[in-house]
């Protein structure tokens, strides 16, 4: 074989290599051992902005966003040892200014002067990974929809355990930057580059592919940790994994259960989601999440509950101005408040406001009285009146109410933050038009008061029992009561006030310019509405054990 054979084949031999290479790769890149980049093939112009010549022997580093450099060290110093790490996606800089995805895997090879190669995948084009970390909402939504459709992929919770007392020893800076890099490491290790959150006070979550380390990415994270931390003790970092295929749910609430989990996970202090134990029993967890689901879409099916009627007077006259409606739960020894709860971290709650209301208003016209005012009350969740679909199912309802539309009153309450106020402000006024009042509840300790009262416009505004408990003791509740009546007074809204236990309050909260109150001063909940009109009449009660009355 002559030496131009020889030279030929070998080419084709090396052709071929590169051919296959680019099956998975838009990019190949050879590294030296300090990183530099000695060779480089495929879509360089397009992903760079640069030509070949303008990158060759300049540092990888010079190229990626500050907050991946960590990422890519952690990358590479993988690959020491004959290891292939799983491909991590890491953030470029574009010669334009953009920002673009690499998805890198590669190998060191320590025969061939200790160089690294690159395997690179071009994903498609998103915003810097910091700014697309998913908050615990958006993060629910996005792991219950990927896993439907990627059961093998993982679901990790991550949390700095102690984190209060680890980031007091770090200053503002140092604390920013920290989580920078975090964000980076799990946006960087994360499927399709956006499936990451940053719940905040050191919970993270991550969805990834089912062959990810995870080990390893703990472990970096906490070298991470312990290099901010000036003492250089850092803080344990925790973590739990579970793949949906192996979790022992299915069906249609499992991506509930999944994205009831990742609520509960989210929230600050809930000691009942301990990671050291979630790590042996998320498949129980999930099962058990599942089960809920599925007890309260039955009892939504069935409109498996009762309902109670607490009574709203007038102070001055103590007349009864209307009546609460309150549901509880046919068979539940808990409280209802858990069953709502449940519902609205299931997003189930819609289902159940739907069937309160049908309940409501059937009672009206089977409870008509020329006698008495029997109009009620009934409660609307923050996910139900900011959803159109809910509006757009409510109002054929409501039809048998045309002529009376004040029978029936809404409580719109603030056990969670309304997602679109300018969408619940429209359904709001659609509801006042037709005649029916409208109420905000829980006024003083939900997500937003002041802002809902600016962007609101209701007619009645109940104020939280804490602030009337403590009014007679405390000179600051008392002023904290005259202040929200006297603005309610100039914007022609009326009051509530709940938790009213005795005279010497009621007495306060007159003096206050309070219009109604609440309260078992003037009657527990009860089934039967007669027992207030009739007061001599034996009375059937329904109690909650252990509770406040409150909408549940």
Not at 50 to 64: H, Q, S
Not at 293 to 321: C, N, T, Y
Request: glycine fraction near 6%.
């Amino acid at each position: 074989m002559s030496d131009a054979t020889v030279v030929s084949s070998l080419r084709q031999e090396r052709d071929r290599f590169l051919a296959f290479a680019f099956c998975r790769a838009d990019l190949l890149i050879e590294l030296s051992l300090d990183h530099q980049i000695l060779f480089i093939s495929g879509a360089t112009q397009s992903f760079f902005g640069c030509t070949v010549e303008e990158i060759i022997a300049k540092p990888l580093y010079d190229f990626v966003i500050p907050q991946d450099r960590p990422v890519l060290d952690q990358l590479l110093s993988g690959m020491v040892g004959g290891i292939r790490p799983s491909p991590i996606n890491i953030c470029f800089k574009h010669s334009d200014g953009s920002s673009r995805i690499l998805s890198i895997a590669g190998y060191y090879v320590e025969d061939l002067k200790k160089h690294y190669f690159l395997s690179c995948k071009i994903l498609p084009k998103i915003a810097v990974p910091s700014s697309l970390m998913h908050d615990r909402i958006s993060f629910g939504k996005a792991a219950a929809e990927h896993l439907k459709t990627n059961p093998e992929d993982k679901l990790t919770f991550i949390e700095l355990s102690d984190y209060d007392e680890f980031a007091n020893r770090l200053d503002a800076e140092a604390q920013s930057e920290l989580s920078d890099t975090i964000n980076s490491y799990l946006q960087a290790s994360s499927s399709e580059a956006n499936s990451a959150a940053a719940f905040g006070n050191g919970k993270y979550g991550l969805i990834s592919r089912p062959d990810l380390d995870i080990e390893q990415l703990s472990n970096e994270i906490s070298r991470q940790v312990k290099a901010a931390d000036p003492t250089g003790v850092g803080t344990k970092v925790e973590q739990a994994s579970i793949a949906l295929a192996d979790s022992g749910i299915s069906g249609g609430n499992a991506a509930q259960a999944l994205s009831f989990m990742i609520q509960q996970f989210a929230q600050d202090q809930n000691e009942s989601f301990n990671l050291e134990e979630l790590a042996h029993s998320l498949p129980e967890i999930l099962a058990r999440i599942q089960k809920t689901a599925e007890r309260i879409k039955s009892v939504i099916a069935g409109a498996d509950f009762i309902m109670v009627f607490q009574p709203i007077v007038d102070l001055e006259s103590r007349d009864i101005h209307h009546y609460e409606v309150l549901a509880r739960i046919n068979g539940e020894t808990g409280s209802p408040q858990d069953f709502i709860k449940s519902a609205e971290d299931l997003n189930l709650i819609k289902g159940f406001d739907l069937a309160l209301c049908r309940k409501a208003i059937q009672w009206i016209e089977d409870n008509p009285s020329k006698k008495y005012n029997r109009s009620i009350a009934v409660n609307l969740s923050a996910a139900s009146i900011g959803d159109a679909d809910f509006i757009k199912q409510l109002m054929p309802m409501l039809a048998p109410l045309k002529n009376t539309p004040d029978s029936l009153l809404f409580e719109v309450t603030e056990s969670t933050k309304i997602p679109d106020p300018v969408l619940a402000n429209k359904a709001i006024q659609t509801l006042r038009k037709l005649g029916h009042k409208v109420c905000l509840d829980d006024f003083g300790v939900g997500e937003a008061s002041l802002q809902y009262l600016r962007q609101f416009q209701v007619d009645v505004l109940k104020i939280d029992g804490s602030y009337v408990r403590e009014a007679l003791e405390d000179k600051t509740s008392a002023h904290i009561l005259k202040a929200i009546a006297d603005l309610c007074k100039k914007l022609n809204i009326h009051t509530v006030a709940e938790m009213v236990e005795d005279e010497a309050t009621t007495q306060l909260l007159i003096d206050c310019n309070i219009d109604y109150g609440q309260g078992y001063y003037f009657g527990r909940p009860c089934n039967d509405v007669t027992v207030f009109e009739e007061p001599d009449k034996p009375r059937v009660m329904v109690r909650r054990g252990g509770t406040t009355e409150s909408w549940s």
